[in-house]
């Protein structure tokens, strides 16, 4: 073969490497499918510590960077037909909501209506919002397809006509009051709400970021109250602010708590292999933040008995937890508990317990579910909310802005713990949701435990909702850095001789 045969048989066979996306997004796809790294190391015929180093930036190359292209390309497109099948959804719910309230106050027409989201119940059920009896469902969601049928309807007309006629008046049934969300409200154009209050203040205080950060945290509930408000403009449903509760959510006296258990850990390995060990406390970002992203009850709590779990509802179950027998290397998904027997948990926890008793893990068996008080549910219900926060924490990290950090981090703290009983916050009741929320951020940690054991690190001790020792190279299972979706270094330390 001459020279120039050579060098064309050469660029006959060269290539360019397959392109890939960037280390975050690899990590996303993987995680949005719910896929652990020794499962996609497994079908790659690699280890999961090299797949956690390609998520952490490094590349691959060869065959294996096809056939690891091939799988995210293939990853992004399951995920966006998804995502497309849903926005599709939620815009046939729309112009349902839309067609709904310019049609006349007429059960008979709107059963003839064709909509597949609509259907007749065999039998009356108590209606999502009010908790009268009603003929419809909406989205799974028994509800009154007639305004003037629906007790929540009937109040907001009430308290709309108050307001525009004379001063507003207490409640005839105080304690229960429901919020409009504005279905018809559509806005094209969201305003920056968090980026405008931080100007505002920062020019009211001359500059003085000290003062104005004060001040901010000072506001933050309104402020937060406010951007809910705003986020739920066009939301598909109704809630209810100020549901009646049942006993076991309200505090036993003055200072003491409800019933219900939040499964907070303070668990520690009791035994470490012998030599000396460097241990990193890790801290969670965010952890509250994130949380916001879990099934909550739209409307008021309902009472239901029997070992079965809906899940297309949400609230808090009275059940006898599994034993759990893998205390010497990864936490209880019920948290740090001393007694046994049946316990209060929330939708989150329960969840937990049925996912890691489930086929796929197999960790224990299944809670035995007592009673519950449920509501229908969702778990979009703040995800705008929440997206608006990490979008300006994001924004304010890039930045250096420490004053909009505070601010921000003020705003989802102060939200969550003050939804429950609390003088600080009087236009949400939702004590349910402060437990939800919270126990969702424990179990969140579970997870990130579990991962850190399902990928070769040794889990030492979790903590509250936030906190995570380990031994081992954490860089190639968790990114480091300040995202909500990243872990930071609390502190390293060692322990034992060598």
Not at 122 to 128: G, K, S, T
Not at 162 to 181: D, F, I
Not at 253 to 265: L, M, N, T, V, Y
Not at 438 to 445: D, G, V
């Amino acid at each position: 073969m001459t020279d120039f045969g050579a060098i064309d048989a050469l660029l006959a066979g060269a290539k360019k490497e397959v392109p890939l996306p960037s280390a975050e997004e690899r990590r996303t796809l993987r995680e949005e499918l719910n896929l652990s790294r020794a499962q996609l190391a497994q079908a790659l015929g690699v280890s999961p510590s090299t797949v956690g180093g390609w998520e952490s930036g490094r590349d691959p190359s060869g065959e294996v960077r096809e056939k690891y292209a091939y799988f995210l390309e293939a990853a992004r497109t399951k995920l966006a037909a998804e995502a497309a099948e849903e926005a599709s959804a939620e815009d046939s719910a729309s112009s349902e909501s839309d067609s709904q309230d310019d049609a006349p106050a007429d059960a008979g027409q709107a059963e003839d209506s064709g909509d597949d989201d609509v259907d007749v119940l065999a039998a009356p059920q108590p209606c999502v919002l009010c908790g009268e009896p009603a003929r419809h469902q909406v989205a799974g969601f028994p509800q009154h397809l007639d305004p003037a049928e629906c007790g929540s309807s009937e109040s907001v007309k009430a308290a709309e006509t108050a307001e525009q006629t004379e001063p507003a008046q207490p409640q005839s049934e105080p304690g229960v009051r429901v919020v409009p969300v504005g279905r018809r409200l559509q806005t094209a154009d969201t305003p920056d709400l968090i980026g405008t209050a931080v100007a505002s203040v920062l020019a009211e205080h001359s500059g003085d970021v000290e003062s104005a950060t004060k001040a901010l945290v000072k506001r933050a509930i309104p402020d937060a109250m406010a951007l809910l408000d705003h986020s739920r403009m066009g939301g598909r449903y109704d809630v209810v602010a100020h549901p009646w509760m049942p006993d076991v959510l309200r505090k036993q006296s003055s200072r003491g708590a409800d019933q219900i258990w939040e499964a907070r850990p303070k668990w520690s390995r009791s035994e470490l292999p012998a030599g000396k060990h460097e241990i990193t406390a890790l801290d969670v970002n965010g952890a509250y933040l994130s949380a916001l992203k879990t099934h909550l009850p739209l409307g008021q709590l309902e009472h239901s008995t029997g070992n079965h779990h809906d899940r297309r509802r949400a609230g808090i179950h009275l059940i006898t937890p599994p034993d759990w027998e893998h205390d010497a290397y990864l936490p209880n998904p019920i948290g740090s508990r001393d007694e046994s027997g049946p316990l209060w948990v929330t939708e989150s926890t329960l969840r937990l317990l049925l996912r890691v008793s489930g086929p796929k893990y197999g960790l224990c068996d299944p809670p035995e579910i007592h009673e519950s008080w449920t509501s229908g549910a969702t778990e979009g219900l703040l995800e705008k909310f929440r997206i608006a926060l990490k979008d300006a924490r994001d924004r304010a990290i890039a930045d250096n802005d420490d004053v909009t950090l505070e601010y921000v981090k003020a705003m989802y703290s102060k939200f969550v713990s003050t939804m429950g009983e609390s003088n600080y916050n009087r236009e949400l009741y939702r004590t349910d949701w402060m437990h939800l929320i919270r126990s969702q951020a424990f179990a969140n940690l579970w997870w990130k435990a579990h991962r850190a054991y399902d990928e070769g690190l040794m889990v030492v001790r979790a903590m509250g909702t936030d906190e995570l020792h380990v031994i081992g190279d954490w860089r190639a299972v968790f990114a480091e850095g300040r995202g909500v979706t990243e872990v930071k270094v609390k502190d390293v330390y060692t322990v034992g001789t060598g």
